[in-house]
């Protein structure tokens, strides 16, 4: 079961780019690190997902360096909206992989407040 | 998102009372997953479902069953409550290839007294 790490809280100013690091150090082949973010009372919603180097989509960055044992959020010129809590998720995609067990581990998150 | 409903949205029960959960989806994925979420706490899985066949359980199933009544229904029982599952309780649902991108329902908030 891989394990991540993350910090427990970030403060960053409106238009900073904002990096989250997450440590996986016993993460397995078959895993892939997924981003969710969550705002109070409401269910986390999907960023970004990779498997290594870097993925990039309209809203952030991932980057994964070649051993895989952590991996960093980028968010460009964050806002007041993007004051949110933010979990990193590894683990297998598919029961079927026959990599064993199926495993989900969400870290317990990182908040981020943005300062006007 | 509104394409993953819950039911109901807020329930308080009494200890040792039998309560469901339900979870209905529209977007016709085949994963289904049900979590629970401890204040200042990360998510907790419970148990998931590939199809309607599957039930498979997860880090915290002690406690919990559930029933995979239709590809878009998945409903958790709580056989007894007690009060340290007073948490609250999301459901998630996943196309049988996307990845970990889950899609979250609004969540149930769960007191057991």
């Known amino acids: 079961l891989a394990k991540t790490t993350q910090p427990i809280s970030m403060d960053s100013y409106e238009g900073q780019e904002v990096n989250i690091t997450c440590s996986h150090n016993?993460?397995?082949?078959?895993?892939?690190i997924t981003w969710y973010q969550q705002f109070p009372s409401q269910g986390p919603r999907f960023i970004i997902q990779g498997y290594k180097t870097k993925v990039t989509n309209e809203v952030a960055s991932l980057f994964i360096p070649a051993d895989r044992k952590s991996s960093t959020l980028s968010l460009p010129r964050v806002s007041l909206s993007d004051t949110a809590v933010y979990y990193c998720?590894?683990?297998?995609?598919?029961?079927?992989?026959?990599?064993?067990?199926?495993?989900?581990?969400f870290g317990k998150g990182t908040k981020l407040s943005v300062i006007p | 998102d509104a394409d993953v409903t819950q039911t109901p949205r807020n329930r308080i029960t009494k200890t040792g009372k039998r309560i469901m959960l339900e979870c209905s989806q529209t977007?016709?994925?085949?994963?289904m997953y049900w979590y629970r979420q401890d204040p200042g706490l990360g998510l907790q899985l419970i148990y998931y479902?590939?199809?309607?066949?599957?039930?498979n359980k997860g880090e915290i199933s002690d406690g919990y069953s559930v029933s995979r009544q239709a590809q878009a229904k998945f409903s958790l029982s709580l056989e007894s409550a007690i009060p340290n599952q007073t948490a609250l309780y999301f459901c998630?649902?996943?196309?049988?290839?996307?990845?970990?991108?889950?899609?979250f329902g609004p969540g149930t908030r769960l007191t057991v007294l």
């Open positions: 998720l590894v683990g297998d995609v598919s029961p079927y992989s026959g990599a064993g067990s199926y495993q989900l581990t």
């Open positions: 016993n993460i397995a082949t078959n895993d892939y």
């Open positions: 998630a649902t996943a196309p049988r290839r996307g990845g970990n991108e889950q899609f």
């Open positions: 977007k016709g994925h085949d994963r």
């Open positions: 479902s590939f199809d309607v066949k599957d039930i």
